[in-house]
């Protein structure tokens, strides 16, 4: 817009420069107010649309969204499956871990293109565990989904997580986990699991459900269940953390489809 007032300024003043030779003084002053009084209405028009694209980016900016995702960083491949969510009331927060690459450059690429993504950076490399501590500290969702870097996800994972959460209600909802290839070329998809809503005992007394029981990455947690629980820098770092978030549970819903894949 403002570009395009500065040139039509310049544009006007060589006109009427022109003008001034060919029909005299008068005259280029009666046509320059002409010109002026027209362009009052393209200008209030380009404004008003200026400043409806600022509004709406700043109210877009603002929004918590309904789901926070947290990815410690990260593959352009899993960013992609999460932009790309149905569910498009959403955060994705990139965590950096003092990555030696050019992660953080990509994601804050992926950061000025959408404003629903967030990149939040460790001056020192902390692990995954701590990664994923400081996204859940970052979020402002009512609910969490952690996503690893070289994993993807279908893009009505979010969706289908939070519908099923609403819904039933439930602390938390699980999803079937399948296996990709290593260029992303294959998907084989889960096995079939018990489905239906649980209590954490029912969980742990059935083998069946063990597959799906230890990551932490295939499933949509309560914030205010989580924002406590400090996952560590350790191996594994899935299980102590899964074991204090099932204690605080009463009902977990597990579904069939295989949403998840790593």
């Not at 519908?163 to 938390?172: E, L, N, Q």
Request: proline share 4%; with cysteine.
């Amino acid at each position: 817009v403002v570009a395009a007032v500065l040139a039509g300024s310049v544009l006007s003043s060589l006109f009427a420069g022109m003008l001034a030779e060919w029909l005299g003084r008068k005259k280029v002053i009666i046509i320059s107010a002409l010109l002026f009084t027209l362009s009052i209405p393209v200008i209030c028009f380009s404004s008003g649309i200026f400043a409806l694209l600022m509004a709406g980016r700043i109210l877009q900016g603002a929004s918590a969204g309904l789901v926070g995702v947290v990815v410690p960083m990260y593959l352009a491949e899993c960013l992609d499956s999460l932009v790309n969510q149905t569910l498009k009331d959403i955060e994705i927060i990139c965590v950096n871990d003092a990555s030696p690459d050019k992660s953080k450059d990509i994601a804050e690429q992926y950061a000025m293109r959408d404003s629903r993504v967030r990149v939040v950076s460790h001056v020192k490399n902390q692990g995954l565990g701590p990664a994923r501590n400081t996204g859940v500290e970052n979020a402002t969702a009512s609910y969490i989904m952690f996503v690893d870097s070289d994993d993807v996800v279908t893009t009505n994972m979010a969706e289908k997580l939070y519908s099923d959460m609403i819904s039933k209600p439930v602390d938390m909802v699980w999803c079937n986990i399948g296996a990709i290839s290593d260029d992303s070329t294959m998907r084989k998809k889960g096995s079939d699991i018990p489905t239906g809503v649980f209590s954490p005992t029912d969980i742990l007394a059935d083998s069946q459900l063990y597959q799906i029981l230890l990551p932490s990455w295939n499933k949509l947690y309560k914030k205010e269940l989580i924002c406590d629980v400090k996952q560590m820098p350790i191996v594994s770092e899935d299980q102590p953390f899964l074991a204090v978030v099932l204690g605080r549970c009463e009902r977990i819903s597990v579904i069939a489809d295989t949403l998840y894949y790593y």
